[in-house]
Each structure stands twice: as C-alpha cells, then as structure tokens.
C-alpha cells in the first residue's frame, strides 16, 4: 500500500494528484496516510469529484469524515453519474459503498423509462404526472404513476411503473373488462 504523496498519484492522474498536493499546500494543508484518509482506501478516491469539490473548498484528505459535509462524487461506470452523498455514508468498512445510478435508486440516460421501455413511455400522461417525464424515472420503480392509452380518451389509470414494466397494460382496453 502507498502512503501520503504516493498514495495521491497512484490512485489520481497526474495532473489533478499535482494541483490536489499544491492546493493542499497553499492552504496549509498536509495529506496524510491512508489509514487516516476518510476513505480508508485509496481506490475510493478515484469516484471523488474533484473539479466539483475543489469548487466548494473541499479536499479529499482534510475533510475527515465529517457526517454535516456533503461531496461530489463520480461513478465511473456510467456517463453523467455524478451525485452528492454525505461524505460519512461513501464507505462502508473502507470500501467504497456504490453508486446510486448503478443501484437504480436514481435516473439516469442508461436506466430512465424512456431509454428502457420507449413503448411503455409513450403511455405516460403528460399532465397528471405533473412536470416529471419518462427520463425522470427509473425504469424499474415502484412508484405508482398516471397513464394514458392511445385507444380512448378516457383510458387514464394509475398504476405502478413495476407493474407496467411486468405486462399489465390499460384496464380498459382489455377484452371483457367492465369499464
């Protein structure tokens, strides 16, 4: 295992571990050894948003782990997976505890309605769901949501997505169904 500046360029690209040591510096700031890293594990600094963080004055190694502090962090799985979380609940005994987006706990190009089942997304009710869309929804939710059938204007439902996604379609163009 590396330590201090070693652990900092091996788990960084160059340039950003260089701008990290400087800034760390400048401020007065020393990095420390990883067993003392909010971390615990230097490959967890690779989800760490550093442009975002740097931003907000947050380093990786200073902060602690802190349970009011929120950071920036970067999946690196996907494109756009980007989200807060308290710096306390990112690991979990050290280890990195996952990204949100890969859960499909949150949205995202890859796993939205939209992109999953277009079929199903154009059922969506543009009004009733408020301002939300197909893109703001997890493809495997849940969450009960309004839909509108293409076969009459009053086919208007309110069903789960889960539901939706396993085959129930509208009650009402279903054959022998009371209305």
Request: glycine content about 10%; proline content about 11%; some cysteine.
């Amino acid at each position: 295992m590396l330590y201090g500046a070693e652990a900092v360029e091996a788990a960084l690209p160059p340039r950003r571990a260089s701008r990290l040591r400087r800034a760390a510096g400048a401020k007065g700031m020393t990095l420390v050894p990883p067993a003392r890293m909010p971390f615990g594990d230097p490959d967890l600094i690779r989800h760490w948003d550093g442009p975002k963080n740097e931003e907000g004055g947050l380093l990786p190694w200073p902060v602690g782990i802190n349970p009011k502090l929120f950071a920036w962090w970067k999946c690196l799985e996907g494109p756009g997976y980007e989200f807060r979380r308290f710096i306390h609940r990112s690991r979990k005994r050290g280890v990195w505890t996952g990204c949100p987006y890969c859960a499909g706990r949150l949205a995202s190009v890859t796993n939205c309605l939209a992109t999953v089942a277009p079929g199903v997304a154009a059922q969506w009710h543009p009004k009733k769901n408020g301002k939300r869309t197909p893109k703001d929804i997890v493809s495997g939710s849940s969450e009960q949501v309004w839909w509108k059938c293409p076969k009459g204007p009053d086919h208007v439902w309110r069903q789960s997505l889960a539901a939706r996604m396993a085959g129930h379609n509208c009650p009402f163009a279903r054959v022998g169904s009371f209305p």
